[in-house]
């Protein structure tokens, strides 16, 4: 069963406007950890922001917010006051406490960004 | 100075070949993993490792081998290249968590190897 889903392949929005990017993931454990990277077009992984399961206040760094849903199993990230270098692929990534102590990541398959001036 | 580096940054190859990846870090860390990256599919584990004597298989491990020279070192290999491992692979480390439970612990990337097999 696929753990983190992310619906929307691809997104447009205009430059100084918020955007909001969805995620949501399925996981029984109560402990997690979910992760938002950028990666631009030069490829690289840019972690941007971090969400704790037990975390009460949703995570905040500079533009980028979380809205952190845990009824409902979601954390989209919103980026606030768009910028043309926001255009990127979005991944939403989940961490889930593992027998092994690895701490691995599971991605979802994505968001591209477009934004437009 | 990058805290990880992968080396090559590009390769072409044939098929049946034997390649190896490389990958370095200054950060300290004993995590390190290796993930490969498809269109639409996000990025998938290859193997981790938690140090030079534990290494572990990931989600798609089939077709690859890893070595941990060094703790600093993690090393993918593709003992005979297809063309359907044709990807952009990327290495990450993270820390060891500094309470019981999780905790932040973000993984850090590599700039990523992109790779063509012929």
């Known amino acids: 069963a696929q753990k983190i889903t992310q619906t929307q392949p691809g997104m447009f929005v205009q430059e100084k406007e918020a955007v909001t990017l969805d995620c949501t993931y399925d996981t029984s454990d109560p402990s997690y950890g979910l992760f938002w990277y950028k990666q631009p077009s030069s490829g690289e992984m840019i972690f941007l922001i971090y969400?704790?399961?037990?975390?009460?206040q949703n995570a905040t760094e500079g533009r980028y917010s979380l809205n952190f849903q845990k009824a409902r199993k979601s954390a989209n990230l919103v980026i606030s006051a768009s910028q043309l270098g926001d255009s990127a692929m979005y991944f939403c990534a989940m961490r889930e406490a593992s027998m092994d102590s690895s701490y691995k990541l599971i991605f979802g398959s994505g968001t591209r960004l477009l934004v437009r001036p | 100075d990058a805290d990880v580096t992968q080396t090559p940054r590009n390769r072409i190859t044939k098929t049946g070949k034997r390649i190896m990846l490389e990958c370095s870090q200054t950060k300290g860390h004993d995590r390190m993993y290796w993930y490969r990256q498809d269109p639409g599919l996000g990025l998938r584990l290859i193997y981790y490792s938690f140090d030079v004597k534990d290494i572990n298989k990931g989600e798609i491990s089939d077709g690859y081998s890893v070595s941990r020279q060094a703790q600093a070192k993690f090393s993918l290999s593709l003992e005979s290249a297809i063309p359907n491992q044709t990807a952009l692979y990327f290495c990450a480390t993270s820390d060891l968590p500094r309470q019981t439970g999780l905790s932040y612990n973000e993984q850090f990337f590599g700039p990523g190897t992109r790779l063509t097999v012929l």
């Open positions: 969400q704790g399961s037990y975390d009460q």
